[in-house]
């Protein structure tokens, strides 16, 4: 984990007010592993006051990239911002995703993503398509239409499947990506169980949670909550897991990266 | 500017209810965890001080999420005092700080007078420099609904209970949501207290208007952050008036500027809350602002300027 | 989205104490004058109500300047009542909302009780709305120190004596600076008041630290504005559990969001300060976001949510 | 007094941290009088909170100028408004300089500014001049340093006689600008007595109050105070003035140009 300011190398719209910005961070790339984010301030000033969280979305050489939507005030200022300004960032931060180990016998491997829930798990697909090239990844990606489908294109540069699903049906499948999920599931008994990976809005993680459930398979879902700290000093990020009761796990430090099966989804 | 050689540095040390500190920027409780996070990015040898997150004699779980929203120039929080609890902290939180030349400051709450008794007792016999009474925290359920800090007969029983059952140097955080903070300062120099922190956050809340929910699961939390300020700084300029103990100034400190503020207020000592998670340098940055407004403006000690306001006569 | 020729526009017209307002957005005392130096601005008669600025019985001269300060996402002042006092309000300041069809409540402030009584009785007669009593302006030294409203007792006096003077609709005006404002409003309900006000500013203060002098040439000033918008919002709610008078909700307002969490809370109606500073506008803005908000969400009467927050159980 | 989203024209730095904008606003322009200010929202979200003053510098047609100086938050971010976006403004607001009426049998005018103070002198010589051609006008330009000095190309273009005085000494008269003044001053006794008119820092207005009380000729000085709303409804602005004891007087509305004379200095 460091503090950097990084230089903006590229901040470029890709429609639909999602945009890709690429950091000059070195010190951040070489530690980042899937799943993790950083902790951007957007303003020199205090407004807004906090910083937000972003997932890595890729690593390539000096450079690290993240894929965001523009919802509100800070991710506003964030895409106006301009190559050759510097932007101050904590990073890399968080428990990513848990990468199947290279020698284990395994099983296909899914991943599902919601709207920009992609962009942790581009990065995630590079990394288990280098470790364990021999692995065949199916990408479902959900959207609400086609214009904000993300990143279909790079995943299948890397040979992934990929399937799509958006809720008005202008493109593939036509529901959520959670029903989608359910239908491409290789049930067939025989089969080794698959191994699933999550991203998206809080809504669609609790379905796969229950998929997961109902069939079985071990899956893990990256969480987005409100941070305040980013290192796990507040305790602001919470989310209820089992316990002898239950007990607190903080989104920023013990996330976001959470086994399905070990949330209780309220 | 030049400084000639034979210039000192300004002397930014004080003693603080018996505790000397480096400098006068500490950390304020509950912004800084257990040290261990923060240990990464900022040097904490460099600290005045540093504050724990409060502990109770039992661990607790917290409050139901969502607990942070973002206000104007402000944060509202209901953590609820989520936290190990005595034992674990002494077992597993404080070795960390022995690696540490750093003034630790161990924050405690309770819910009755006894539970604070029996805390201090505990702790006491540890490796820490002080204690903090956090009688002010709005998120936790007290039994006659105001919190001690908000009671000058509680405050008065609770801080005189921990005095005589303990040494260490022991300071109070009181609360804003009072109509006569410096009445209950005065209380906690009658008990006894070395000094007292001033000021844990407002009771605040937010509304989600499409859902008609609050944006906090608890409805209502802790506002801080430089929202605050004005107030914090006025009621550290009133408690200044009324106590002789030390005044530890805290509420949307972000800068030099702001420390300097409260400083020339009545702070001896200032503590950083949410400017941590703005940006973890921020008690960094202070420090070296105070210094460079020292040498700029030639004053060779902090306590020189302690309550220094220069007002007009009216 | 077209809405289908037979759906009624939203009713966002309510009584408050007696008074029928169009809609429920005021603008706050003290911050639009005597509605002059606005009407060339905006179109007064759009307006819920105005409240004028404060008037006491002889004219007063105010505070020495700097009078005015920017904080974070606030404003301090300490204006200090200046007026021209309730001769020169009804002779020279009345006569030009005769032209208008605008409720007009009369914000008044005095030393003693019997200033309020003989302020309110002189009223009585004349052409206007309502009645406000301002027992909460932080820029006036009192006699005993606190505010009238830091002071049940004191707030149950001056309210039951000038409710029996008169009976024109007659709201408080509450300080935030207090323990328990609920406590206080109750005193208010007791005592026969139609409603309540909250809040008006909070104390505080700022300091230039380059010359170690106030901002404000009073030393402290009132709070007002964004920041301090999350303690109001909970201030009604608390209100509204506790009394049955209607509320009126102040503190922070920029945007028909921030009114509607008032609403929400517990505010029948709400009122614009700073705001009118920011964009003479915004009144009317808010106005019409708060039509908007009840087309989309299909609320028909603005009544309906008053209050209506829904709170998880926990 | 009207209320309008400006388009910017231009946005130019003349140096030195000083900043000359061109605002498209003919329904201000119309009625704007020297001396008089409009009032700005340099934000569209509410950093800073209250507006910003500034003196009409300019009109020409369709636009009018202002001219200002980065010293803050609220300037600062107007330095970086480019042409082609919009402001919310306030004006004209106050009361102007009240100009030598043209049939009057007049004595010389002096106008004396301080740093950014030039910014409504040029519009009152401007006025004068085409009001009444025949006066003579010395202008007197003060600023720390000849990097700091304004429009002196505009006030002779415009006719007028101009003096520098710089602190530092590098342009003209070394020390400062109210010096001059009394050094210019025409005091034999059979010249009628100059109108002067001041607007600058504070302890300037100051200085040259005094000095019109010495040779008790008639001045007028443009004053600054923080504004709240400015258009004298909060009462937030006041300078205290001559009264029975004394009175208060609010910037933005009665002024913010005085007769000096009315004014009780600190
Ligand atoms: C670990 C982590 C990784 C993330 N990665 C990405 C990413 O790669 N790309 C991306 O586009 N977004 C990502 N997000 C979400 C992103 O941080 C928020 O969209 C952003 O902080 C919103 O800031 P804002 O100021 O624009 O919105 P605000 O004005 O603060 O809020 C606008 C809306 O967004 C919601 N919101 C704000 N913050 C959060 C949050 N932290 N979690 C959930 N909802 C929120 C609010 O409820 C509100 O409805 C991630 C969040 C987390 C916690
Ligand atoms: C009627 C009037 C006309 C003005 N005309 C001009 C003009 O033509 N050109 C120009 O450059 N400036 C002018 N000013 C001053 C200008 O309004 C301030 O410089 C500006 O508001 C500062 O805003 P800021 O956010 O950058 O500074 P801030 O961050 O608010 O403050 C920076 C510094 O400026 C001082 N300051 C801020 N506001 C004022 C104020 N209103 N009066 C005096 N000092 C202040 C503060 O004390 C502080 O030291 C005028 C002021 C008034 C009242
Ligand atoms: C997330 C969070 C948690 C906090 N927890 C505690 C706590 O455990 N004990 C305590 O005394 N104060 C706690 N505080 C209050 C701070 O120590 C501080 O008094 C307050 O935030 C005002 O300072 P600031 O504006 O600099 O944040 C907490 C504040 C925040 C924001
Ligand atoms: C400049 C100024 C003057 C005020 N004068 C009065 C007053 O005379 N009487 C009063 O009851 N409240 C007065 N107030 C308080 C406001 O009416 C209001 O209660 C407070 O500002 C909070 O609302 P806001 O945040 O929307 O400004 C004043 C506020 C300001 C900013
Ligand atoms: S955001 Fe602070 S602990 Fe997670
Ligand atoms: S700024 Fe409000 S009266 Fe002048």
Same mark, same amino acid.
């Given at each position: 984990?460091?503090?950097?300011?990084?230089?903006?190398?590229?901040?470029?719209?890709?429609?639909?007010?999602?945009?890709?910005?690429?950091?000059?961070?070195?010190?951040?790339?070489?530690?980042?592993?899937?799943?993790?984010?950083?902790?951007?301030?957007?303003?020199?000033?205090?407004?807004?006051?906090?910083?937000?969280?972003?997932?890595?979305?890729?690593?390539?050489?000096?450079?690290?990239?993240?894929?965001?939507?523009?919802?509100?005030?800070?991710?506003?200022?964030?895409?106006?911002?301009?190559?050759?300004?510097?932007?101050?960032?904590?990073?890399?931060?968080?428990?990513?995703?848990?990468?199947?180990?290279?020698?284990?016998?395994?099983?296909?491997?899914?991943?599902?993503?919601?709207?920009?829930?992609?962009?942790?798990?581009?990065?995630?697909?590079?990394?288990?398509?280098?470790?364990?090239?021999?692995?065949?990844?199916?990408?479902?990606?959900?959207?609400?239409?086609?214009?904000?489908?993300?990143?279909?294109?790079?995943?299948?540069?890397?040979?992934?499947?990929?399937?799509?699903?958006?809720?008005?049906?202008?493109?593939?499948?036509?529901?959520?990506?959670?029903?989608?999920?359910?239908?491409?599931?290789?049930?067939?008994?025989?089969?080794?169980?698959? +191994?699933?990976?999550?991203?998206?809005?809080?809504?669609?993680?609790?379905?796969?949670?229950?998929?997961?459930?109902?069939?079985?398979?071990?899956?893990?879902?990256?969480?987005?909550?409100?941070?305040?700290?980013?290192?796990?000093?507040?305790?602001?990020?919470?989310?209820?897991?089992?316990?002898?009761?239950?007990?607190?796990?903080?989104?920023?430090?013990?996330?976001?990266?959470?086994?399905?099966?070990?949330? +209780?989804?309220? | 500017?030049?400084?000639?050689?034979?210039?000192?540095?300004?002397? &930014?040390?004080?003693?603080?209810?018996?505790? *000397? @500190?480096?400098?006068?920027?500490?950390?304020? *409780?509950?912004?800084?965890?257990?040290?261990?996070?923060?240990?990464? &990015?900022?040097?904490?040898?460099?600290?005045?001080?540093?504050?724990?997150?409060?502990?109770? &004699?039992?661990?607790?779980?917290?409050?139901?999420?969502?607990?942070?929203?973002?206000?104007?120039?402000?944060?509202?929080?209901?953590?609820? @005092?989520?936290?190990?609890?005595?034992?674990?902290?002494?077992?597993?939180?404080?070795?960390?700080?022995?690696?540490?030349?750093?003034?630790?400051?161990? *924050?405690?709450?309770?819910?009755?007078?006894?539970?604070?008794?029996?805390?201090?007792?505990?702790?006491?016999?540890?490796?820490?420099?002080?204690?903090?009474?956090?009688?002010?925290?709005?998120?936790?359920?007290?039994?006659?609904?105001?919190?001690?800090?908000?009671?000058?007969?509680?405050?008065?029983?609770?801080?005189?209970?921990?005095?005589?059952?303990?040494?260490?140097? &022991?300071?109070?955080?009181?609360?804003?949501?009072?109509?006569?903070?410096?009445?209950?300062?005065?209380?906690?120099?009658?008990?006894?207290?070395?000094?007292?922190?001033?000021?844990?956050?407002?009771?605040?809340?937010?509304?989600?208007?499409?859902?008609?929910?609050?944006?906090?699961?608890?409805?209502?939390?802790?506002?801080?952050?430089?929202?605050?300020?004005?107030?914090?700084?006025?009621?550290?300029?009133?408690?200044?008036?009324?106590?002789?103990?030390?005044?530890?100034?805290?509420?949307?400190?972000?800068?030099?500027?702001?420390? @300097?503020?409260?400083?020339?207020?009545?702070?001896?000592?200032?503590?950083?809350?949410?400017?941590?998670?703005?940006?973890?340098?921020?008690?960094?940055?202070?420090?070296?602002?105070?210094?460079?407004?020292?040498?700029?403006?030639?004053?060779?000690?902090?306590?020189?300027?302690?309550?220094? @306001?220069?007002?007009?006569?009216?």
């Amino acid at each position: 984990m460091v503090q950097v300011d990084a230089k903006i190398l590229e901040n470029r719209e890709l429609g639909s007010q999602r945009y890709k910005m690429a950091l000059s961070a070195p010190q951040i790339g070489c530690q980042a592993k899937p799943g993790q984010f950083i902790h951007v301030r957007v303003s020199k000033g205090f407004l807004p006051l906090l910083r937000r969280p972003f997932s890595v979305h890729r690593v390539q050489g000096q450079k690290i990239e993240i894929l965001y939507k523009v919802v509100g005030k800070g991710t506003e200022i964030l895409s106006r911002k301009k190559g050759g300004e510097y932007l101050d960032i904590l990073g890399p931060l968080g428990k990513g995703y848990q990468l199947p180990s290279a020698t284990s016998k395994i099983s296909d491997i899914i991943l599902v993503a919601g709207g920009t829930g992609v962009a942790s798990l581009l990065f995630l697909a590079e990394s288990i398509s280098v470790a364990n090239p021999e692995l065949s990844i199916l990408v479902l990606v959900g959207a609400k239409n086609r214009e904000e489908l993300l990143c279909e294109g790079d995943f299948r540069r890397l040979g992934c499947r990929v399937e799509v699903a958006t809720e008005n049906g202008t493109r593939g499948y036509k529901g959520l990506v959670s029903e989608l999920l359910e239908k491409c599931l290789p049930l067939s008994g025989d089969r080794p169980k698959p +191994i699933v990976f999550a991203c998206g809005p809080s809504e669609m993680l609790k379905m796969i949670g229950k998929i997961s459930r109902k069939h079985r398979f071990p899956c893990q879902v990256s969480l987005e909550e409100r941070l305040a700290c980013g290192v796990g000093a507040c305790l602001g990020c919470v989310v209820k897991t089992k316990g002898s009761t239950y007990t607190y796990k903080r989104v920023c430090k013990d996330g976001p990266v959470f086994d399905a099966g070990e949330l +209780i989804w309220e | 500017m030049m400084r000639k050689a034979k210039e000192k540095p300004p002397n &930014l040390a004080i003693k603080l209810a018996g505790i *000397s @500190l480096k400098n006068p920027v500490m950390v304020a *409780s509950g912004t800084f965890g257990y040290g261990e996070e923060y240990a990464q &990015l900022v040097d904490l040898n460099r600290l005045g001080a540093i504050v724990a997150k409060t502990i109770t &004699l039992k661990p607790r779980l917290g409050n139901d999420p969502p607990r942070i929203v973002e206000t104007a120039s402000g944060v509202l929080n209901s953590i609820g @005092l989520q936290n190990v609890g005595i034992d674990t902290f002494i077992n597993e939180k404080l070795p960390f700080f022995k690696e540490y030349d750093v003034p630790l400051i161990v *924050s405690i709450a309770g819910e009755t007078t006894d539970e604070y008794v029996q805390l201090a007792k505990t702790l006491q016999g540890e490796k820490i420099t002080g204690l903090e009474l956090n009688l002010s925290c709005p998120n936790i359920k007290y039994k006659r609904k105001l919190m001690f800090a908000q009671n000058p007969q509680a405050t008065h029983q609770v801080v005189s209970r921990v005095r005589k059952a303990i040494s260490l140097p &022991l300071m109070v955080k009181l609360s804003p949501n009072v109509t006569d903070i410096a009445s209950i300062a005065k209380m906690c120099e009658e008990a006894g207290a070395d000094g007292v922190s001033l000021i844990n956050t407002f009771t605040g809340m937010a509304i989600d208007v499409e859902n008609r929910k609050p944006m906090l699961r608890q409805v209502t939390g802790g506002l801080s952050g430089p929202a605050i300020k004005p107030i914090a700084l006025r009621m550290v300029y009133e408690v200044h008036k009324a106590v002789r103990i030390p005044i530890i100034g805290i509420g949307g400190i972000m800068t030099a500027g702001d420390a @300097l503020e409260f400083i020339i207020a009545g702070a001896k000592a200032v503590a950083i809350g949410t400017g941590n998670f703005v940006d973890p340098l921020i008690p960094i940055k202070v420090i070296d602002g105070i210094r460079e407004y020292m040498v700029n403006n030639k004053i060779k000690d902090i306590k020189s300027i302690v309550g220094r @306001l220069k007002c007009p006569k009216s």
